[in-house]
């Protein structure tokens, strides 16, 4: 069973054997030069040694890596409604010490105190329009209401008028006419006696012959004067019975038609106002609330104004992707901006316990999952520890020549007292493999 020692065992025990190495080269010179052929100690195989030194060194990998939190509060900037831009006018140096609750930094509220007034005069300006969209809805509603109540009063009258015209007024004519013809044949027939009666008298020679024929003729002429005039009225009651009574029968009862239509139409029509109406009043009201939610947007957006630290520790400028290898921390100061959604501020713990590295994958056959590591500050050398090492399954980088993936020590006691953003010597020691 084969035996694997630590990196730093293997750094202990190399000095040992080339110490080691130097006394038996001594001695096997003596044994050589001064001792029995027969007791001469054999030679080493050619290239033995060497490859010895390359086993171990595949065993192992070393590199450079960046000391990263491990466990932090990010703070970003995450306006709901603002979309211009945030700039410091103070800002906590990069390092400082904070508590929970501290003021990390101020922004300039000047441009988002702005959007704020015109935001609140564009809400009070739609409560106005809202209430105006309501009130008209009502006087409208209240007015179509009368229209329609005097409508169809005014239908009912006209049915009302139409039914008495066929059940009264017709009627009314007929007995007219029936009245009118008696009157003609009474006419006819006081006629007809006054001249056979007149007749009678001057057979009679009551009177001389010259006044008989006056009267004779006048009478005749009256008589037949009535009988021209009882035709004529005959002929105009035939007319209007034939074309004058039906075409206001037809009048009336299309007029009557059309007023029913028309109260039909106006139902509808009120109904169809109504519906718009009630859209009308929705709409204003979604785009009333949709400005009274802009609005708490935007007062809330005000707070991001002051940053508070989330946690006590230690202030990073910069988020946790810029404590990597080749990444430059930003450094935050009066005037500077700052970018939106995304990590601008870190709230670390006071000891690093993390370090970052970046691995190609031509050293993935010695840098795994579940690596030991051996690391060691390159700014305070006293301080070592040991932790696991973690490769991101997708390469950040690939090129035609080699990939780039990144990989995260998880330190099992913390670096005391190095500071984040500086360099560690890593001695990455290949995982077991079974067989």
Known sequence: MRTTLSPWTWLVMLPLAACASTGAQDSGAKDVAGGPAGNATPASAPGQGAANGETQATKTLEKVGIVAPANYAAIALWPEQYAGGFSVLEVSPHGATVAEGDVIAKLDPRALDDELHRMELELRSAEIRHEGVVERNKLDASAAALTLEQSKASLERARRSFEGYKKFELEFDKRQEDLAKRYEQARVDDATDELDQLEKMYKADALVDATEDIVIKRSRRDLETTKLGNELTVDRRKYREDFEKKMTFAQREEALKSQEESFARLVKQQELDAKSRADAELRSADGLREQREKFAKLTRDRKLCELKAPRSGVLLHGGSKDFRPG????????????????????IAEPEAGAVNVD?????????????????????????????????????????????????????????????????????????????
């Open 359 to 435: 691995v190609t994958d031509a050293e993935l056959d010695r840098a795994r999952n579940g690596a030991r590591v051996a690391v060691q500050s390159l700014v305070v050398p006293t301080e070592k520890t040991q932790g696991t090492l973690t490769v991101e399954t997708y390469p950040k980088s690939a090129n035609p020549n080699e990939a780039t993936y990144e990989a995260r020590i998880t330190l099992d006691a913390p670096l005391s007292g190095v500071v984040y953003g500086t360099r560690a010597k890593l001695v990455i020691e290949s995982p077991k493999v079974d067989g």
């Open 327 to 346: 990444r430059n921390p930003p450094r935050y100061e009066r005037a500077n901006s700052l970018a939106t959604k995304t990590e601008v501020f870190l």
